[in-house]
């Protein structure tokens, strides 16, 4: 019963997305998307391709999945990798620049779709990052007796998913061969489901970051802005943390220089944000050589903010201070940096230890974030000893993918 009206759900939602889309941008483009995946499917694809399918819901968690993409496709050299992404946030960014050898949006879960789908591509391996449940493309690959696997496995108590009506999705998740999860209490929810190949492998995204460390990827732009003064990057801001930087930037007296990075890239959200900075600013679309000397740059690109935390001398994560969920902040702890957010981490385990071990500080309001800055900007010697405390954080916790690699 309770499948069945999951599957009209799915086409009720199905008809609210089109009609949805006249009105919402991203939505739109996912509906489109979506309704050339089985054309490109069927222009690309040959009967005789042998595929490893691999899904993420967006940007995340490709980058947290790229690890072992790129050990997928080392592994199985003969096969073609097909990527497929639920969001735009996703797919803009990577249908062109991917791992993989052809990148789609994934069609509604539908058990048409599933099937029309799994039958198209005919995959070897599936791999399915992090929390992604769709409960038809999941039959049909458990139905043709395909190797499968959820790598990146985070689960919690009390989850919508572990609850009735809705723990038929649990029941989804066990028809994966492997799952592979992050941490010990993962493995245990999983394994009380009666799951017996439920291994802990840990974060990709550890080894992600360490990577990104690793390659020279200097923006010429960035260093001229910075030049030898003390700079901030504010990663993945919303509007309430805005609010506080803002606040810090126009009474602030040292000389210091600051990088903005919006969560969405949005004209008029970006023009309302420098209009309320006092202090000099420019876009980094507008930035040149003679024109360098702002106070403060704002980004407004996508896909270069892992590379701009090198040049920080400290950062804020955004997301924090509102109900949106806090960013990542493994990006910038490999590179060394004293990392502040905002109250809300309760939910993200990373930041929860690296505030324990004192590489990271949570604050509630524009006091306290000023005097955390303060703090770091004047004591250097103290700062880089906090900023040290992370890096070694990630270089622990690295080595997830050749674990996760043992069992695909």
Known sequence: ??????????????????????????IRLGLIGRKESFNTI???????????WVHCSSLGEYEQGLPVFKCLKEK???HKIILTFLSPSGYEVKKASSIADLVIYLPIDSNRNA????????????VFVKNEIWPNYIKYIKKYNIKSALICGLFREGQLKFLWPFNFLANSILKFDYILVQDEKSKKIIQ??????????????????????????????????????????????????????????NTCEQDFKFILVPHEINKQKISKLRESISQTSILYSEF????????????????????????????YIGGGMGPSGLHNTLEPAIYGVPIIIGKNYSK????????????????KNDQEFKDRVDYLSKNKLAANKIGL???????DNKGATNKIMNYL
Not at 300 to 305: K, P, R, T
Not at 389 to 394: A, G, W
Request: proline share 1%; aromatic share 10%; hydrophobic share 40%.
């Open 42 to 52: 069927q222009s690309l694809i040959n009967e005789n391709d042998k595929v490893i």
């Open 348 to 363: 993200f385990s990373e930041a929860k230890q690296m505030i324990e071990l004192g590489g990271m500080f949570s604050i």
């Open 76 to 78: 199985y050299n003969d």
């Open 288 to 315: 040149s050589e003679k024109n360098n000397k702002s106070d403060v740059l704002i980004i407004d690109n996508v896909g270069i903010l892992a590379r701009l935390y090198k040049y920080a001398d400290m950062v």
């Open 192 to 249: 009380n489901l009666g799951h017996n190949n439920t291994y802990l492998c840990g974060d990709t995204r550890f080894d992600r970051v360490y990577d990104t460390m690793s390659q020279d990827d200097s923006i010429e732009i960035i260093e001229g802005f910075k030049g030898n003064k003390l700079c901030m990057v504010a990663g993945s801001i919303w509007e309430e943390d805005e609010r506080i930087l803002v606040n810090y930037i």
């Open 389 to 395: 405390i992370n890096s070694n954080f990630v270089l």
């Open 115 to 126: 099937k029309k789908f799994i039958t198209a591509i005919k995959p070897k391996l599936v």
């Open 1 to 26: 019963m309770i499948k069945i009206i999951y599957n009209l759900l799915v086409n009720i939602t199905e008809i609210f997305i089109r009609i949805l889309s006249r009105f919402n941008r991203k």
